[in-house]
């Protein structure tokens, strides 16, 4: 009688144990699901393919997650001036971020660099594109794809460059103007364009030039093209918002960058 009392007793002590491990691990879920937060990110189109993986690693490390949306920074002002519920915004320049600064839109002490973009001339063709741009030069092709400077800064910068080269006249002609660098790479990666004017990160991964053939256009030739990130004033409290700025600046997330061409 007593072996069985003592048997039933052990019974129901790794019962109780497991119960107890059983609701620390259930608490423990729900304490992290209560903690995790989400933040919406405008994300310039330029920064398309680093931004989702880093948002992915992001949601992995933190339990935070990111909901993306990408598109053109001068389109991005405008929804955010009419109240789209975006709580960062990662430019494709540092000026859009510091005018929300000033407006009174985004938290001024957020601002920083992330990223400084790389301005190239690209063709999906092999040997197209020379490494010192001359193709240019020789109108040796129908048409150009170039983003809209008034909307994007990537465009900005290329029209600075064929400034520079005395070209813009004889290029205007031939151009095919994107909305965004995003729609800019598709014109050209598709034959719409037999050249275009694109960030760097569209057409290299790991360090390479996944395809085709490029011109790195020399930093000296247009404004440096820094990229800066900003949280908007709906998010100033946002915790996910917070702890995103902070892994933008993290190894993990500035090897991520580096591999797609940018610099700091």
């Known amino acids: 009688m007593t072996q069985i009392t003592a048997r039933s007793t052990g019974f129901s002590f790794q019962l109780a144990r497991s119960a107890a491990v059983i609701g620390t691990v259930v608490l423990g879920l729900w304490s992290a699901q209560a903690q995790a937060a989400e ?9 398309t393919a680093p931004m989702k993986k880093i948002a992915a690693e992001f949601e992995k490390d933190t339990g935070h997650k990111a909901e993306l949306s990408f598109g053109a920074t001068g389109k991005f002002y405008a929804q955010i001036n009419n109240g789209a519920p975006f ?7 540092d000026t859009t971020p510091e005018k929300l600064a000033k407006e009174g839109k985004g938290v001024t002490d957020s ?54 080269l005395g070209l813009s006249a004889q290029v205007q002609p031939k ?24 960030a760097l990160s569209q057409v290299m991964e790991n360090g390479k030039i996944r395809e085709g053939s490029a011109w790195q256009v020399p930093g000296n030739m247009h404004e440096p093209i820094r990229q800066d990130a900003i949280v908007l004033n709906s998010a100033k409290d946002n915790e996910a918002a917070a702890a995103l700025m902070k892994y933008l600046r993290s190894p993990k997330a500035h090897d991520i960058i580096r591999s797609y061409g940018y610099s700091f």
């Open 39 to 47: 933040v919406a990110v405008a994300v310039a189109a330029n920064f």
């Open 87 to 93: 709580g960062i915004l990662l430019a494709a320049d």
């Open 111 to 164: 601002r920083f660099t992330y990223a400084i973009g790389t301005l190239v001339l690209w063709s999906p063709k092999a040997g197209y594109v020379d490494d010192k741009g001359d193709v240019l030069k020789s109108g040796d092709y129908k048409h150009i794809a170039i983003a809209n400077p008034k909307l994007a800064p990537y465009g900005t910068a290329a029209m600075e460059v064929l400034n520079k």
């Open 175 to 198: 151009v095919v103007m994107g909305e965004n660098i995003a729609q800019t790479y598709q014109f050209a990666a598709t034959g719409n364009a037999q050249l275009g004017f694109v």
